[in-house]
């Protein structure tokens, strides 16, 4: 099997994409809303600032000398307290400088600018202790006792209020935005685990394909996913065919060689009668074609898990018709066949596989046995267990390890290629059960198989 | 003895046609399926021997129609398919017995042996009737103890004769059990060989029964 690199996974793929884009999002809304806020509270200031510039203006009382007093102090406490962050100003250009209480000492710092009456004019200016001040300033000219007087009014507010304003908003924002945030990923990562469901059904789906327990994808499939899934029960179904073919190729291949091999065999027996040492030669050639013929048809009839049908197969009646079979063998009926099978003993497999491993041990042990042969079946938790033994002369325990190698035979007097026990161990390994050779009970040999029940 | 080779093979069903004959057995071939169930299902014969992958008829479908024609013939399936489900299914479907190819002829003659042995109901290859005793595996007869020397034509008649004891057998049948099915001998052929065989036995074995042909009768049998 290829070991895959394993990418990371399409669930963290987008909780991360997700993760970036929110965070991206998050960040630029909470920026912009932040910025509006300050803009709006900034505009609000401003607001408030005129208001305060058209009383103070309102209130300015000019005297006959062209000084000029304001009663804004007594309306506005925060004027009157001492660098509170509100503050007013009314300065006669080329005379004195009005200020509320609350400038205490420090005057507003202006540039220089002329300015026509009635227009407003805002700046960001320097404020007492060099803190940040928003000031709206109006110019007012006035002819008291037939002179010009120019006056300046301004009022100003300390910046760090809105700024503050906005450190505060963005705090809070900031908290908001992150349970949005954390609330969002939460739910975006239950949205792609409920999405990627049917995509996580499809590789029990695959477990069941492979290991033979289904045939085909089932077509309960969300549209985004059934076409892919019909694309792959389509190569599946096409892929059974050109296996099926291929064994139905190689099998009638190898029925059309038994055929003309067995022409071959008697015309060689023939020459047998004269002692032929070419027809020895060619009868151990014919021999040896055979049993390569023998192994490729076994290798199209073993199912195994992946191609076989898996069935639940009755052991028994299985069991008893091989039986029926082998008593019509030589020394079929000379021998005592014994069964302890329950009637309703199964095991899930392809009925084909399960018949080669009845018919070639039973046949094994009829080959060898003296008088008696026992076949017993019993299930214990997932697992049956399988054993055959009969009372012939057995193996030496050095060749219980080597009785499943392929073509390998211990006596030659016996009929058979050799196969059948070979193929029995293919069979049971390929359905990942055991294969174990033993001493049995009776005198003879045992095998004894353990295979996965479902 | 008479038996049916079906074989689509021509070197094989030759082959197994004269070690047939070698055993002094009346061979008859049949190498398409449509011919075999012909043969099989009007023919008298002691045995068969069927290939399953046959031209028109496949020797399953055949066995099966003879089974249901009740044809008790012995059947031994004689094939490529060596698989033991095919085993089994074809001993389901009646076969006495099932022998993959390639095969070796001993093999094949002793299972014929033992499936048309089964089917008279002989546990082994001695038949002895009165104090004739004949060995179907030496080919040898024995009367009182004594070995009698039989011509091939005399041994076919006398172990048909004595494997179908009690059963009158009539002339045409004998002739071909005897000559086999394509002969052009009669009656007075057969009625020569038998007087032949009475005298070589030399004992009151076979019996003709007027009318129904020549019966050999066991101890303890009715008067035909």
């Given at each position: 099997m290829n070991n895959i690199k394993r990418r990371a996974s399409i669930k963290r793929r987008l909780l991360l994409s997700t993760t970036l884009i929110l965070a991206v999002m998050l960040f630029a809304g909470g920026w912009a809303l932040t910025h509006l806020f300050e803009s709006h509270v900034e505009r609000r200031v401003e607001k408030e600032l005129h208001v305060h510039l058209n009383r103070l203006i309102s209130t300015?009382?000019?005297?006959?000398?062209?000084?000029?007093?304001?009663?804004?102090?007594?309306?506005?406490?925060?004027f009157q307290t001492p660098y509170s962050g509100l503050y007013w100003q009314i300065s006669e250009r080329g005379g004195k400088t009005l200020t509320s209480a609350s400038l205490w000492d420090a005057k507003l710092e202006l540039p220089e600018e002329r300015i026509n009456d009635r227009e407003v004019l805002e700046y960001k200016v320097r404020g007492p202790a060099g803190r940040p001040l928003i000031v709206v300033r109006r110019q007012l000219t006035r002819q008291i006792a037939g002179k010009i007087h120019f006056y300046e009014f301004a009022v100003g507010l300390d910046h760090t209020e809105v700024s503050s304003a906005r450190k505060e908003f963005s705090k809070e924002l900031a908290i908001g935005m992150t349970g949005l945030a954390v609330a969002l990923i939460l739910l975006l990562g239950a949205?792609?685990?409920?999405?990627?469901?049917?995509?996580?059904?499809?590789?029990?789906?695959?477990?069941?394909?492979s290991s033979g327990k289904a045939k085909r994808f089932s077509d309960d499939y969300p549209v985004e996913i059934a076409p892919l899934v019909e694309k792959l029960n389509s190569l599946l179904e096409q892929q059974e065919i050109v296996m099926e073919r291929s064994r139905a190729r190689a099998a009638s291949l190898a029925h059309g060689l038994k055929t003309p091999i067995a022409g071959i065999s008697l015309e060689i027996q023939k020459l047998h009668q004269t002692d032929n040492e070419a027809a020895r030669n060619i009868d151990e050639m014919v021999a040896?074609?055979?049993?390569?013929?023998?192994?490729?048809?076994?290798?199209?009839?073993?199912?195994?898990?992946?191609?076989?049908?898996?069935?639940?197969?009755?052991?028994?009646?299985?069991?008893?018709?091989?039986?029926?079979?082998?008593?019509?063998?030589?020394?079929?009926?000379?021998?005592?066949?014994?069964?302890?099978?329950?009637?309703?003993?199964?095991?899930?497999?392809?009925?084909?596989?399960?018949?080669?491993?009845?018919?070639?041990?039973?046949?094994?042990?009829?080959?060898?046995?003296?008088?008696?042969?026992?076949?017993?079946?019993?299930?214990?938790d997932q697992m049956v267990t399988m054993i055959i033994c009969d009372d012939g002369r057995g193996l030496r325990p050095e060749q219980l390890g080597q009785i499943q190698d392929r073509g390998l035979r211990f006596d030659d007097h016996n009929e058979g290629s050799g196969l059948g026990v070979a193929i029995v161990h293919d069979i049971v390994t390929g359905y990942g059960g055991e294969f174990q050779a033993f001493q049995s009970e009776l005198g003879g040999l045992g095998i004894r198989l353990i295979l996965p029940s479902s | 003895m008479q038996i049916l080779v079906v074989e689509d093979?021509?070197?094989?069903?030759?082959?197994?046609?004269?070690?047939?004959?070698?055993?002094?057995?009346?061979?008859?071939?049949?190498?398409t399926g449509e011919d075999a169930w012909f043969l099989g299902s009007t023919g008298d014969f002691d045995a068969v021997v069927l290939d399953l992958s046959l031209p028109e008829l496949d020797g399953m479908e055949i066995l099966k129609r003879w089974r249901q024609e009740d044809v008790t013939t012995p059947v031994l399936i004689l094939t490529a398919r060596s698989g033991w489900l095919d085993r089994v299914n074809g001993i389901n479907q009646g076969a006495d017995d099932y022998l993959a190819?390639?095969?070796?002829?001993?093999?094949?003659?002793?299972?014929?042996?033992?499936?048309?042995?089964?089917?008279?109901?002989?546990?082994?290859?001695?038949?002895?009737?009165?104090?004739?005793?004949?060995?179907?595996?030496?080919?040898?007869?024995?009367?009182?103890?004594?070995?009698?020397?039989?011509?091939?034509?005399?041994?076919?008649?006398?172990?048909?004769?004595?494997?179908?004891?009690?059963?009158?057998?009539?002339?045409?049948?004998?002739?071909?059990?005897?000559?086999?099915?394509?002969?052009?001998?009669?009656?007075?052929?057969?009625?020569?060989?038998?007087?032949?065989?009475?005298?070589?036995?030399?004992?009151?074995?076979?019996?003709?029964r007027r009318g129904a042909g020549y019966i050999v009768r066991n101890e303890g049998d009715a008067n035909p």
């Open positions: 300015a009382h000019f005297l006959k000398d062209g000084s000029v007093t304001s009663k804004l102090t007594d309306m506005a406490v925060r949205q792609i685990t409920f999405g990627l469901a049917p995509l996580r059904h499809l590789i029990p789906a695959v477990n069941a394909i040896r074609m055979n049993r390569q013929v023998e192994r490729e048809l076994i290798r199209t009839r073993i199912r195994g898990t992946t191609h076989g049908i898996k069935r639940k197969n009755l052991v028994a009646p299985l069991a008893r018709d091989i039986i029926r079979t082998l008593m019509r063998q030589p020394r079929g009926e000379e021998i005592t066949w014994t069964m302890s099978i329950a009637e309703d003993m199964a095991v899930i497999m392809d009925t084909d596989d399960l018949a080669e491993i009845l018919g070639n041990l039973l046949d094994n042990a009829r080959k060898w046995a003296h008088s008696k042969v026992h076949i017993e079946v019993r299930q214990h | 093979d021509r070197v094989l069903i030759e082959g197994i046609t004269t070690a047939l004959e070698q055993e002094d057995w009346i061979v008859q071939q049949a190498v190819k390639p095969f070796r002829m001993e093999e094949l003659i002793a299972r014929l042996r033992a499936i048309m042995r089964r089917s008279r109901g002989h546990s082994k290859e001695l038949i002895k009737c009165q104090q004739v005793e004949i060995n179907l595996l030496d080919k040898s007869t024995k009367v009182n103890g004594r070995f009698v020397e039989l011509g091939p034509l005399e041994w076919r008649a006398l172990s048909h004769l004595m494997i179908n004891a009690g059963k009158a057998i009539p002339s045409y049948e004998l002739i071909d059990h005897v000559y086999g099915p394509h002969s052009e001998r009669n009656a007075n052929a057969i009625e020569a060989l038998i007087k032949r065989l009475r005298k070589k036995l030399d004992a009151p074995l076979i019996h003709t």
